[in-house]
């Protein structure tokens, strides 16, 4: 836990209930939140029609996030779903058509909806499709991919790991990193964007994003993680366990969500 006395009301959110697990510049970020309102995102893939008990401290962190005064987007992984994050899983995810990506990003939107205002002024739910489905791919090798170091990407834990486990890892899945980093710059060139936020399971993409925006524009941007929910042996929840706890009610009943917890382990 952070000695770290913060002047912003997010961070002191943050920071009271538990959810801070590691910040690229705490200070730096304070700093920028109490000088007015700052706009920063969490990126969701679309490989179900919701989210679990998982994505809660996300969601939770995003809502805070609104209610502070500041300006939370939400981004739906339209193109990087179709690449699949390696971040700490031991296989391949399976690849999604179009249709079954839009159908879980409509579903996903239900869910934010209860927690976030979307109105003019408010929150924005955006997909990176809109930027990722038209790149040419020799010209993102030449102008973007030349700014990632290999050896630098093979270090980052949650590819270390896998490989180390002698699980494979193919050229598609290494490259969702660049992709992150590149959703990054994005959000940063049309939305002012300077703060990426996650679960720990990100911080590796997310500090490779905001070195790659140092690199390509000079600017400083920020990277905030919360600690994983995990089950008593420490495992994280997924959507692909048994089991899933789903935050939507069509999913999970809300008495199985309340039995679900009452009957966790105190671990």
């Known amino acids: 836990m952070t000695t770290y006395r913060p002047k912003s009301d997010f961070l002191g959110v943050m920071i009271e209930r538990g959810y801070l697990a590691d910040c690229t ?7 920028a939140l109490t000088r007015g309102p700052v706009t920063a995102y969490i990126g969701y893939d679309a490989t179900a029609a919701s989210l679990h008990v998982g994505h809660l401290l996300n969601i ?10 500041n300006r939370p987007i939400t981004l739906m992984g339209g193109g990087t779903t179709k690449v699949g994050d390696p971040s700490f899983r031991s ?3 399976p690849l999604l058509d179009d249709a079954a ?7 996903m939107g239900q869910v934010f909806a209860r927690y976030l205002d979307y109105g003019p002024e408010g929150a924005r739910m955006l997909n990176n499709a809109e930027w990722l489905d038209g790149l040419n791919y020799l010209e993102f090798l030449r102008d973007i991919g030349r700014h990632f170091s290999v050896n ?17 890892l193919s050229f598609l899945e290494f490259n969702y990193m660049i992709l992150q980093a590149y959703d990054f710059l994005e959000l940063y060139r049309r939305y002012d964007c ?3 936020m996650g679960g720990s399971d990100q911080w590796g993409n997310i500090t490779a994003g905001a070195e790659f925006i140092r690199r390509t524009s000079g600017d400083v941007v920020h990277g905030l993680v919360t600690p ?9 929840y997924g959507k692909t366990e048994s089991g899933t706890v789903w935050v939507d009610p ?14 966790a382990e105190d671990a």
């Open 25 to 31: 510049d705490l200070q730096a970020l304070d700093e």
């Open 60 to 69: 939770m962190m995003l809502r805070w996030f609104q209610k502070t005064g």
């Open 91 to 93: 296989e391949e995810r």
């Open 101 to 107: 990506i839009q159908r879980n990003i409509d579903g």
């Open 152 to 168: 630098r990407m093979l270090s980052f834990e949650s590819v270390k790991s896998r490989l180390d486990r002698e699980q494979s």
């Open 194 to 196: 300077r703060l990426q």
């Open 228 to 236: 994983l929910l995990t089950k008593a042996d420490g495992t994280k």
């Open 250 to 263: 069509e999913l999970t009943s809300a008495y199985a969500f309340h039995q679900f917890f009452l009957n």
